[in-house]
């Protein structure tokens, strides 16, 4: 994430693309619209500079793993809960993710 120096590293990297798509909650079908207004969403949504701080950055992939895991619900049981017959989800709730979307990285 340090070398990234501009926007249109993102935009121009698949797999970058996706996360920071996943991150903001950006519909992949912006994918469509003019590079220069992709790449102006991509600096208001993420300071760049912010990819120079390795605790900003794990905040970050923080934010990521639980938009990641709010858009792909996993229906997989633990062990522990399939053995005793449970038929309850383990996870993070979506009111929990929902809160964690709303916070911007950087503020305080």
Same mark, same amino acid.
């Given at each position: 994430?340090?070398?990234?120096?501009?926007?249109?590293?993102?935009?121009?990297?698949?797999?970058?693309?996706?996360?920071?798509?996943?991150?903001?909650?950006?519909?992949?079908?912006? &994918?469509?619209?003019?590079?220069?207004?992709? @790449?102006?969403?991509?600096?208001?949504?993420?300071? $760049?500079?912010? *990819? #120079?701080?390795?605790?900003?950055?794990?905040?970050?992939?923080?934010?990521?793993?639980?938009?990641?895991?709010?858009?792909?619900?996993?229906?997989?049981?633990?062990? &522990?809960?399939?053995?005793?017959?449970?038929? @309850?989800?383990?996870?993070?709730?979506?009111?929990? $993710?929902?809160? *964690? #979307?709303?916070?911007?990285?950087?503020?305080?």
């Amino acid at each position: 994430a340090s070398s990234i120096t501009n926007a249109y590293e993102i935009l121009g990297d698949k797999r970058l693309l996706a996360v920071f798509q996943t991150t903001f909650n950006i519909p992949k079908q912006t &994918s469509a619209l003019d590079i220069d207004r992709q @790449a102006k969403m991509v600096e208001e949504k993420l300071d $760049l500079k912010d *990819l #120079q701080d390795p605790a900003k950055v794990e905040k970050l992939l923080v934010r990521f793993t639980a938009m990641y895991d709010m858009a792909n619900p996993s229906t997989n049981m633990a062990p &522990s809960v399939q053995l005793f017959g449970g038929a @309850a989800e383990i996870g993070i709730s979506p009111s929990i $993710l929902a809160t *964690l #979307q709303s916070f911007k990285l950087g503020g305080r």
